[in-house]
């Protein structure tokens, strides 16, 4: 190990050895030229989560969450009000605030869509991703964990499709929320609201995640009156028609689930509708 020129604190030191994260200055160097940014994604990701309140990991608890790798960072208020969902329901959760990784989803569904990929391809990314996703359940397992929980759509669904048979240890994050609300008698001031599930057609795995039961809560909740909406229509190819379709139907509001749709709708939308997800709507109803 080289001497440096000044005896700093120990702290010090390890705080350095801590933000090079192992790489060489010409490693520290390329990453700045690459992303103008000198700090590992990991480290800015555990500083944004305990920026935004995120508790410390409950050790002892049956459910292991990996929060995904851009719900913390575009869609921050739904982020938020999952977090107060799970706080106000008594779900407590343990979880890694450097180590968790990408489960692949984007280029796992990305090496389906384009044709000009080849099988061997195809397989060999699809290999990579199911890599990742073991790092994290084997995270999970490692702190005695019963559940995986996954904040974000994608991630619980493709994983649930890989792993077929573990199916119902790999759970949404709203699947341990749907268990506590179905021991409850929901109540809300009278609301109409319309709701676009998501067409699911182009990543069929999406199916895989329990949207007739997500559905038969929401209808359980008295006073709240929902409108269903055509689910043929493409959150990203024909926005339009949903948006024709709301109207149609006189709604001010529509709630959307599925985050690929609740996400395109809001961008498509801007203020001729409002889009909600599920924290937003649970919250209202639970008072939080």
């Given at each position: 190990?080289?001497?440096?020129?000044?005896?700093?604190?120990?702290?010090?030191?390890?705080?350095?050895?801590?933000?090079?994260?192992?790489?060489?200055?010409?490693?520290?160097?390329?990453?700045?030229?690459?992303?103008?940014?000198?700090?590992p994604?990991?480290?800015?990701?555990?500083?944004?989560?305990?920026a935004?309140?995120?508790p410390?990991?409950?050790?002892?608890?049956?459910?292991?969450?990996?929060?995904?790798?851009?719900?913390?960072?575009?869609?921050?208020?739904?982020?938020?009000?999952?977090?107060?969902?799970?706080?106000?329901l008594?779900?407590?959760?343990?979880?890694?605030?450097?180590?968790?990784?990408?489960?692949?989803?984007p280029?796992?569904?990305?090496?389906?869509?384009?044709?000009?990929v080849?099988?061997?391809?195809?397989?060999?990314i699809?290999?990579?991703?199911?890599?990742?996703?073991?790092?994290?359940?084997?995270?999970?397992k490692?702190?005695?964990?019963?559940?995986?929980?996954?904040?974000?759509?994608?991630?619980?669904?493709?994983?649930?499709?890989?792993?077929?048979?573990?199916?119902?240890?790999?759970?949404?994050?709203?699947?341990?929320?749907?268990?506590?609300?179905?021991?409850?008698?929901?109540?809300?001031?009278?609301?109409?609201?319309?709701?676009?599930?998501?067409?699911?057609?182009h990543?069929?795995?999406?199916?895989?995640?329990?949207?007739?039961?997500?559905?038969?809560?929401?209808?359980?909740?008295?006073?709240?009156?929902?409108?269903?909406?055509?689910?043929?229509?493409?959150?990203?190819?024909?926005?339009?028609?949903?948006?024709?379709?709301?109207?149609?139907?006189?709604?001010?509001?529509?709630?959307?689930?599925?985050?690929?749709?609740?996400?395109?709708?809001?961008?498509?939308?801007?203020?001729?509708?409002?889009?909600?997800?599920?924290?937003?709507?649970?919250?209202?109803?639970?008072?939080?």
């Amino acid at each position: 190990m080289k001497k440096r020129k000044v005896a700093y604190t120990e702290n010090y030191q390890n705080l350095m050895a801590h933000l090079a994260a192992g790489r060489t200055f010409e490693e520290q160097l390329k990453c700045i030229d690459e992303t103008r940014n000198h700090a590992p994604v990991w480290f800015l990701r555990a500083g944004l989560l305990k920026a935004l309140g995120v508790p410390e990991p409950k050790k002892n608890s049956e459910n292991f969450i990996t929060f995904g790798c851009y719900v913390p960072f575009m869609s921050l208020s739904k982020f938020g009000d999952t977090l107060k969902l799970l706080d106000l329901l008594g779900i407590e959760y343990n979880y890694s605030p450097d180590k968790e990784i990408c489960c692949g989803a984007p280029p796992f569904q990305d090496c389906v869509e384009f044709e000009e990929v080849t099988e061997e391809e195809r397989q060999k990314i699809q290999a990579r991703c199911k890599e990742y996703m073991q790092f994290n359940w084997d995270m999970g397992k490692q702190a005695g964990a019963k559940n995986m929980v996954y904040v974000c759509h994608a991630c619980a669904a493709l994983v649930k499709m890989v792993f077929p048979e573990d199916a119902d240890i790999h759970r949404w994050v709203y699947d341990p929320i749907m268990d506590k609300l179905e021991e409850k008698n929901l109540e809300i001031e009278p609301t109409v609201i319309g709701y676009f599930e998501g067409c699911h057609k182009h990543f069929p795995y999406f199916g895989s995640l329990d949207w007739p039961r997500y559905r038969k809560v929401l209808g359980s909740i008295k006073g709240l009156t929902i409108v269903d909406l055509d689910k043929r229509f493409c959150c990203k190819q024909h926005p339009d028609r949903i948006l024709e379709d709301a109207e149609k139907k006189n709604l001010k509001t529509i709630l959307v689930p599925c985050g690929d749709g609740h996400y395109f709708l809001k961008q498509a939308f801007q203020d001729k509708m409002e889009v909600k997800n599920f924290s937003e709507v649970l919250l209202q109803v639970l008072g939080g």
